[in-house]
């Protein structure tokens, strides 16, 4: 049974840190491209950043310099640091693991960015 159980959301001020991790078990997760979506109220969700099953990133503008997506496939995690964040980076965040054929979901993580 897959699952993606993701970890860290919570409350922090603006300019705080939060580090977003995602435990991963199912399937193989090396070969699997993982990625961090976001979803903030009344909008749809959006990629913020992607690490593909070779090795390469990609991050949403707005969110680059500021965070850092890693993953570690002996332990099949991936992790979200986020730095300087904002109150638009207020959102319920997804962890993700795609390939040609499967595309899995988590339940998300509430990530809330307010004094």
């Known amino acids: 049974q897959v699952q993606l159980v993701e970890s860290g959301g919570g409350l922090v001020q603006p300019g705080g840190s939060l580090r977003l991790s995602c435990a991963a078990s199912?399937?193989?997760?090396?070969?699997?491209?993982m990625s961090w979506y976001r979803q903030a109220a009344g909008k749809e969700r959006e990629l913020v950043a992607a690490?593909?099953?070779?090795?390469?990133?990609r991050y949403l503008d707005s969110v680059k310099g500021r965070c850092t997506i890693s993953r570690d496939n002996a332990k099949n995690t991936v992790a979200l640091q986020m730095n300087s964040l904002k109150p638009e980076d207020t959102a319920v965040y997804y962890c993700?693991?795609?390939?040609?054929?499967?595309?899995?979901w988590g339940k998300g993580t509430l990530v809330t960015v307010s004094s």
């Open positions: 993700n693991a795609r390939s040609l054929s499967a595309n899995y």
């Open positions: 199912g399937f193989t997760f090396s070969s699997y491209t």
């Open positions: 690490f593909s099953s070779i090795g390469f990133t």
